[in-house]
């Protein structure tokens, strides 16, 4: 039994884990979905830098001119969201850096969306810094109708589909 404690503890000192969190919240006062990701800015600048060679000093005064428009283009590429099995586009909204200077908080909206319009369905395909990180979890809340739903993306499970209650 010790011997298993030690393993597992040691399992945990030696694969590095990474996470994001992602809520995605629909706004009836403005009939929009409203996202937001927490994710870790060093994750964030190694998946694009990878694609573009250049430091990015995103959250910081030296931050490059083009983070944002980079940000932007990779979510679009890694986080795609369907409802009622048509692909939706969101936009970017902004960013924001904790006090940790260790996470970043992103939001996209999706507007003129109506519960009136019979959303039965939410599809999120999510592969946000997968091509880099052997360990990492995607985490999203889906918040609709005071209900809420929770999914876990790794590797192995990149989409899923929500069927909302009514």
């Not at 980079?70 to 795609?80: D, G, P, R, S, V």
């Given at each position: 039994?010790?011997?298993?404690?030690?393993?597992f503890?040691?399992?945990?000192?030696?694969?590095?884990?990474?996470?994001?969190?992602?809520?995605?919240?629909?706004?009836?006062?403005?009939?929009?979905?409203?996202?937001t990701?927490?994710?870790?800015?060093?994750?964030?600048e190694?998946?694009?830098?990878?694609?573009?060679?250049?430091k990015?000093?995103?959250?910081?005064?030296?931050?490059?001119?083009?983070?944002?428009?980079?940000?932007?283009?990779?979510?679009?590429?890694?986080?795609?969201?369907?409802?009622?099995?048509?692909?939706?586009?969101?936009?970017?909204?902004?960013?924001?850096?904790?006090?940790?200077?260790?996470?970043?908080?992103?939001?996209?909206?999706?507007?003129?969306?109506?519960?009136?319009?019979?959303?039965?369905?939410?599809?999120?395909?999510?592969?946000?810094?997968?091509?880099?990180?052997?360990?990492?979890?995607n985490?999203?809340?889906?918040?609709?109708?005071?209900?809420?739903?929770?999914?876990?993306?790794?590797?192995?499970?990149?989409?899923?589909?929500?069927?909302?209650?009514?």
């Open positions: 039994m010790f011997k298993t404690f030690i393993l503890i040691f399992s945990f000192l030696i694969h590095d884990y990474h996470i994001t969190h992602t809520t995605i919240y629909y706004n009836k006062k403005t009939n929009s979905f409203e996202i990701m927490k994710v870790s800015v060093e994750d964030l190694r998946s694009l830098e990878k694609e573009e060679f250049n990015l000093r995103i959250g910081s005064q030296r931050e490059n001119e083009i983070a944002d428009k980079l940000i932007e283009n990779y979510f679009n590429k890694n986080f795609l969201l369907f409802i009622n099995n048509n692909q939706t586009y969101y936009k970017w909204v902004g960013k924001e850096i904790d006090n940790n200077l260790h996470d970043l908080y992103l939001y996209f909206e999706i507007e003129n969306l109506s519960i009136d319009s019979n959303i039965e369905s939410i599809t999120i395909e999510n592969t946000v810094f997968l091509e880099n990180q052997e360990n990492q979890i985490l999203a809340r889906i918040e609709f109708e005071k209900k809420d739903y929770n999914i876990t993306f790794t590797k192995d499970l990149k989409k899923k589909k929500v069927i909302f209650d009514k």
